[in-house]
């Protein structure tokens, strides 16, 4: 690997810009205890929601690191292609460097994991197995084409619940609710790098969900993700889940038109039209779910 590293290197290469996806759901988890803490009839331990939110941010980092190890190896990210961080395309790391790395940093989240578990209760182990397996054979899942329902299940409910239970020692399944928003945009971020993808993938001969609707219907899973985010908010009012403030989400929706316009372009034999439709959706999961944040802080005083 003749290329000397640097710091942003290595930084890089857990690809941070896609970091919402996994510290968003924590936010707003623990901004909805904050909002129902009058309500819950045990203590709340809010450094124990921070951990929470970290840990998760480590599990996606090396999620990504082990993805874009067996991308690479099977042919997935090459030169003429556009996902991955390019850290082993353009051979700034080997291969094994990666795949080390990102098992470094899985070993941290797992026993952050396991000292949450000390501390709180086991249905912890469960939440967090499920965490770990989606993990590391989360490219093999990809692969066959089950990557968007693992990604709706992990990078929404999953995080939420646990993100509450180490919090308040409780499974509350109203969080699983709470996130399902989120989790479709989130769902989003991969679904527009696999339309983007499409043709070299196929070429990789891997299955994704993108590849195996074809890109018209690939647009349309696309929008009703998107829509249905909003939605599934208005809904949460509607049935006095949330407070109505909670509809300030509406003002990232400049941001969401804006994605769905670059949407509209993709073009299997042209992925260049939406190159960066990945960032964006996770830029728009960001704005989202800060607001949806900041909403359930200031609702709990009023």
């Given at each position: 690997?003749?290329?000397?590293?640097?710091?942003?290197?290595?930084?890089?290469?857990?690809?941070?810009?896609?970091?919402?996806?996994?510290?968003?759901?924590?936010?707003?988890?623990?901004?909805?205890?904050?909002?129902l803490?009058?309500?819950?009839?045990?203590?709340?331990?809010?450094?124990?929601?921070?951990?929470?939110?970290?840990?998760?941010?480590?599990?996606?980092?090396?999620g990504?690191?082990?993805g874009?190890?067996?991308?690479?190896?099977?042919?997935?990210?090459?030169?003429?292609?556009?996902?991955?961080?390019?850290?082993l395309?353009?051979?700034?790391?080997?291969?094994?460097?990666?795949?080390?790395?990102?098992?470094?940093?899985?070993?941290?989240?797992?026993?952050?994991?396991?000292f949450?578990?000390?501390r709180?209760?086991?249905?912890l182990?469960?939440?967090?197995?499920?965490?770990?397996?989606?993990?590391?054979?989360?490219?093999?899942?990809?692969?066959?084409?089950?990557?968007?329902?693992?990604?709706?299940?992990?990078?929404?409910?999953?995080?939420?619940?646990?993100t509450?239970?180490?919090?308040?020692?409780?499974?509350?399944?109203?969080?699983?609710?709470?996130?399902?928003?989120?989790a479709?945009?989130?769902?989003?971020?991969?679904?527009a790098?696999?339309?983007?993808?499409?043709?070299?993938?196929?070429?990789?001969?891997?299955?994704?969900?993108?590849?195996?609707?074809g890109?018209?219907?690939?647009?349309?899973?696309?929008?009703?993700?998107?829509?249905?985010?909003?939605?599934?908010?208005?809904?949460?009012?509607?049935?006095?889940?949330?407070?109505?403030?909670?509809?300030?989400?509406?003002?990232?929706?400049?941001?969401?038109?804006?994605?769905?316009?670059q949407?509209?372009?993709?073009?299997?034999e042209?992925?260049?039209?939406?190159?960066?439709?990945?960032?964006?959706?996770?830029?728009?999961?960001l704005i989202?779910?800060?607001?949806?944040?900041?909403?359930?802080?200031?609702?709990?005083?009023?």
């Amino acid at each position: 690997m003749g290329k000397e590293r640097k710091i942003s290197d290595w930084i890089i290469a857990t690809r941070p810009w896609s970091f919402p996806a996994s510290t968003m759901p924590a936010l707003v988890t623990i901004s909805y205890v904050y909002f129902l803490k009058n309500e819950i009839a045990s203590d709340i331990n809010w450094f124990y929601g921070v951990l929470a939110f970290i840990g998760a941010c480590i599990f996606q980092a090396s999620g990504n690191l082990i993805g874009d190890y067996f991308d690479f190896k099977y042919g997935v990210d090459r030169k003429e292609s556009f996902g991955s961080s390019r850290m082993l395309v353009d051979r700034i790391f080997s291969p094994k460097t990666i795949l080390n790395y990102g098992i470094v940093m899985l070993a941290i989240g797992i026993l952050l994991g396991l000292f949450l578990f000390v501390r709180t209760g086991t249905d912890l182990l469960w939440i967090g197995g499920i965490g770990v397996l989606a993990t590391f054979f989360y490219y093999k899942l990809k692969f066959a084409a089950f990557g968007d329902l693992v990604i709706f299940i992990v990078y929404g409910p999953l995080i939420g619940l646990g993100t509450a239970f180490v919090m308040t020692n409780q499974l509350m399944w109203n969080v699983v609710l709470l996130n399902i928003p989120i989790a479709f945009l989130v769902v989003n971020i991969l679904h527009a790098n696999n339309m983007r993808d499409i043709r070299d993938d196929g070429k990789a001969h891997i299955r994704t969900q993108a590849m195996v609707l074809g890109m018209e219907r690939a647009k349309v899973q696309y929008l009703i993700l998107a829509v249905g985010a909003y939605v599934g908010v208005i809904l949460m009012v509607v049935f006095g889940m949330v407070h109505p403030l909670t509809l300030i989400v509406f003002l990232s929706l400049p941001v969401e038109l804006k994605n769905l316009k670059q949407m509209k372009k993709a073009e299997v034999e042209n992925p260049e039209f939406i190159k960066n439709l990945d960032a964006n959706s996770a830029q728009l999961v960001l704005i989202f779910s800060f607001l949806f944040a900041v909403a359930n802080f200031f609702a709990a005083g009023l």
